[in-house]
């Protein structure tokens, strides 16, 4: 594989798993798998200087913000911070600080526990605060001000001698024990880890939600000031706790000749702290240094997060459990024989699939090592102990809950039950997806309660969700209902009955359409008439529709296969037909700025662009047009760049209009 295929791979992975981290707040892998693919796909850029124009997405912080937030430009870009993993990886990131400032003398730091919440940016103008903005990409993050005021540790005024303007960052973070009891009381819904729960409260459309969770608020860097609050990082963290602001109070000044001890030190308090922490930032305590240091891409050169290694344990393999998703695809899970990792109790870690099984030669009864890191689903590294009396395990070939045969394509790793809508367990997983967060979002409607009423004969398909209200009598003589809890379940559900068209279309659950692809389809379509006649028609292979469908910028000839395959079948569109009985669905969000001349257009981009084409593309959509891939009558615009070969052929053929980079950016007003 060339190195240029091999970045493009791990940037799109990475891309994928920022999207899942920042906007879904619901991460698909863990951070030490995400710190490794960074790494990976840097150590490429560097050793090919003619690929940088690809590898400009590692520069980037964060994702862009959420749709539903206004929006607020940070006066200063909020940045992130370079991770080191060993005292040697440490030792050499400030050595290489020494020498791109010429000096010889050790570093003097502020330590502070790396706390694993969401960084906040507080804006106070005249001594008031008046501002509070998430990080978002970085440069502009969202506005949740009325969300922060619900935080009791935010103070709302500082006294006389604050600047008259002053941006204070932080982390606003959930402790270990008010995030248990969250999800104690929303077991349903429950969320991965404090870091989540975090994001996921403050990040609330309706304030009165976050009120309701119990968040809280460290103070530890500056942004833009209107004059200087020390000369020392210390200083600041001193002035900071004066104005009363929480600062953490583990953060300690050491010396680079201490840092070893002390990282050892938090360490090994990690797990009795009521939070979660994820290593120790490492600041240069001098602020005329840190200025002299700068910043370099999308971090700091003055400051480190030395990150704890993962946590491992040992413990037995007790089963390998079969699961049946909505797709159908069989996924194995090892039950273990509970054991703490790291503080955390651990009953289930993930074996990914067959392959991986028979790879690592894992079977039941084993003693296995296990990793945890930070959060999501643990791993099994691989057995330690084979145990007595094993044999090899056999992936099932028939689907564990309705027996029909499962299947695996050539070139799949999954197999998958081909029972279809008469597997239960299918059925019962699109369900609860149907329900699930960034789909419906119907409070109360999670896995229990639906495994409840499917057995109950109460729910079959997506559209028997919105008839329960109509049997609200009997649901409340359930066992564990009433009354209360039922009209509760009605008013939630039928707040739903207007849903936007992104995630009416993530909510159908057909195969991959995830939360990008469904708000690629429903920004490119608009409405959900016009998406629905238009999958119909693409059926037909080398139709207009399935020609559009393939040109849209990011829409595979596999996700339209999967999409065309969905309309195919009459029991879906049955099910559609029933849904629009029920539901309105909204048209999609269209351009923000619809007074930009490139709203409603369709753009192509082509040839070599000074800009990156990631950045240019989210530039063009961002202001409301549709990027394609391929040229058409359709298409309004082509952005031609150096080299650019058939696609400017196409567009001069078509008469179609040709614009520069410099015109390109005018229109965009950049
Ligand atoms: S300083 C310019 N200090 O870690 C440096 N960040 O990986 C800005 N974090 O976005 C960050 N504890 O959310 C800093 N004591 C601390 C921190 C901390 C947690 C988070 C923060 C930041 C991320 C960077």
New binding site residues.
């Given amino acids: 594989m060339s190195a240029k295929t091999k970045l493009k791979a791990l940037l799109e992975r990475i891309e994928a798993a920022n999207a899942a981290y920042y906007e879904r707040d619901a991460p698909e892998m863990t951070d030490a798998e995400y710190d490794s693919l960074r790494r990976e796909a840097e150590d490429i850029a560097a050793a090919h200087p003619e690929l940088r124009e690809e590898a400009r997405v590692l520069a980037r ?2 994702a862009r913000p959420a749709t539903g937030f206004g929006k607020v430009r940070h006066r200063t870009p ?4 370079d ?1 080191v993993f060993s005292p040697e990886a440490f030792a050499e990131f400030w050595q290489g600080k020494r020498r791109f400032l010429g000096l010889e003398a050790a570093w003097d730091f502020v330590a ?8 906040i940016s507080l804006t106070y103008e005249s001594r008031k605060f008046v501002r509070a903005a998430t ?1 978002g990409d970085g440069t502009e993050g969202e506005d949740v001000t009325a969300n922060m005021l619900t935080l009791a540790e935010l103070p709302r005024e500082l006294p006389e001698d604050a600047p008259d303007f002053i941006e204070i ?3 606003v973070y959930m402790t270990k024990a008010d995030f248990l009891a969250l999800n104690e009381a929303n077991p349903d819904k429950p969320f991965a880890n404090p870091r989540n729960a975090a994001a996921g409260s403050l990040r609330q459309l309706d304030p009165s939600v976050t009120a309701k969770r119990k968040l809280s608020l ?1 103070a ?2 500056q942004g833009e000031t209107a004059t200087p609050v020390a000369d020392t990082h210390w200083g600041y963290l001193e002035t900071l706790k004066r104005w009363g602001f929480k600062v ?1 109070p583990l ?1 300690a000044r050491v010396g680079e000749a201490e840092a070893e001890a002390f990282q050892a030190g938090i360490g090994a308090r990690r797990a009795a702290l009521p939070y979660d ?2 290593g ?2 490492y ?1 240069v305590n001098d602020l005329a240094l840190q200025a002299r240091l700068g ?1 370099v891409g999308r ?2 050169r ?2 480190c ?1 030395w990150k704890f290694p993962a946590e491992k344990a040992s413990t037995v393999l007790e089963d390998i459990e079969i699961q049946v998703g909505r797709t159908g695809a069989l996924t194995p899970r090892a039950r273990l024989t509970p054991v703490n990792v790291g503080g955390v109790l651990v009953q289930y870690a993930t074996l990914h699939n067959e392959d991986e099984i028979a790879r690592k030669d894992v079977r039941i009864g084993d003693t296995v090592e296990l990793q945890r890191a930070g959060d999501v689903i643990p791993q099994i590294l691989g057995v330690l102990k084979r145990g007595a009396h094993t044999h090899p395990f056999h992936f099932p070939t028939h689907c564990p809950v309705c027996g029909a045969l499962a299947v695996r394509d050539a070139d799949e790793a999954v197999r998958r039950c081909t029972g279809g809508l008469s597997c239960p367990a299918q059925v019962v997983e699109r369900l609860i997806h149907f329900c699930s967060r960034g789909a419906f979002d119907i409070e109360g409607m999670g896995e229990k309660t639906v495994q409840e009423f499917y057995e109950a004969g109460l729910l079959r398909a997506a559209p028997d969700i919105f008839a329960l209200p109509r049997h609200e009598a009997e649901i409340a003589k359930r066992e564990g209902w009433g009354e209360v809890s039922a009209a509760k379940l009605s008013a939630a559900i039928n707040a739903r009955r207007e849903i936007g068209l992104e995630r009416f279309i993530y909510a159908l659950g057909i195969r991959r359409i995830g939360e990008n692809n469904a708000k690629l389809l429903a920004r490119h379509y608009g409405s959900y008439a016009h998406w629905k006649v238009a999958m119909r028609a693409a059926i037909e292979i080398g139709s207009d529709a399935r020609l559009e469908l393939g040109s849209i910028s990011g829409v595979g000839p596999a996700i339209a296969t999967d999409l065309v395959a969905f309309f195919a079948e009459a029991h879906n569109l049955d099910t559609l037909a029933a849904l629009e009985r029920e539901v309105t669905v909204l048209d999609a969000a269209m351009a923000t700025a619809s007074d930009s001349p490139l709203a409603g257009k369709v753009m192509v981009f082509t040839g070599t662009l000074a800009m990156a084409r990631p950045e240019a593309k989210a530039r063009a959509e961002a202001l409301g047009a549709k990027v394609t891939e391929s040229v058409s009558k359709k298409t309004d615009f082509v952005v031609v760049g150096e080299d650019a070969g058939s696609k400017a052929k196409k567009a001069a053929e078509l008469g179609i209009r040709m614009l520069t980079e410099q015109e390109f950016k005018k229109m965009a007003g950049l």
């Fill in positions: 912080v964060g909020m940045l992130s911070l991770n502070e526990p790396k706390i694993d919440g969401l960084s990080r960052r932080g982390e460290f530890y860097a953490n953060s922490i994820d120790v930032v600041k910043f971090a700091p003055w400051a997060a």
